[in-house]
Structures are given as C-alpha cells and as structure tokens.
C-alpha cells in the first residue's frame, strides 16, 4: 500500500552536471548509486531524491521538495554563506523576518536551484 511507502522527490533539471554542482555543494547532498549515468540520486534522511534531465526543468511555479528541519534559520544562513539566494512572498498571516517567512505556528524559507526547482525548508512539527 502506498500509505507504507517512502516517497521519492523527483525534480527535472536542464543540466546535470551544474545540478550535482549546486545539490552537493550548495545544499551538501552526498549523491548515491544511481541505475543510469545522466540521473542524480541523492540520499535524503530515509528518503532519495532524484534529478534527471529534461526538457521541462524548472517550469513548476509551486514548490517542489520541502525540506523539514530543527532550525529553519540556522539552515538558511548555511545556505547562504554557500550563495544560495531566497526567495520572498506575499503570504497571508506570516511576516517576512530577513529571508524567514514566519506564521503562528512555522517558519519557512523558499529557494530555487539553478532550474528554477522552488525548494523549501520548514520548521518540523
């Protein structure tokens, strides 16, 4: 049953190689085995994200994989200090303190990759 099942994130980039750049060295990602050269499997806790190539990279405007974390702001200045930029939005009920977004009850930042992925880090619950 599905219920029982890890998803994967899969996210479509133009070009792997520069992907694997801001993944690994960006986000810190140590890639893993993957069962073809041109696709990027990444270990995410008990979870893999995939990133292959096509033609359609980058053209969701939603965000794509949402990362849970302890600490949404100590996670946001790690990722800037390796120049990764954030994103701002007009949300309802949440106040943008610096690149955090911060509701009643969470904190949350968006980012992009290359592509144009809208990633996302979030307080755990």
């Known amino acids: 049953m ?19 750049e801001f993944y690994e ?3 810190g990602l140590v890639r893993g085995k993957s069962p073809e050269k041109s696709i990027l499997m990444y270990d ?6 995939i990133v292959y190539p096509s ?12 990362w849970p974390v302890d600490d ?9 200090e390796k120049g990764v ?11 943008l303190e610096g690149d955090v977004h911060v509701g009643p009850t969470n904190r949350a930042a968006w980012f992009k990759d290359p592509d144009g992925n809208i990633h ?3 307080n755990k619950r």
């Open 72 to 80: 949404v702001d100590a996670e946001v200045r790690i990722l800037k």
């Open 2 to 20: 599905l219920k029982d099942a890890n998803a994967v994130a899969t996210l479509a980039v133009r070009d792997t190689a520069k992907a694997a």
């Open 85 to 95: 930029t954030f994103e701002h939005y007009e949300m309802p009920n949440m106040k």
């Open 25 to 27: 060295g960006k986000m």
């Open 55 to 66: 033609q359609f990279a980058g053209t969701n405007q939603a965000t794509s994989v949402t």
């Open 120 to 122: 996302a880090v979030v």
């Open 44 to 49: 995410a806790g008990p979870t893999t994200l």
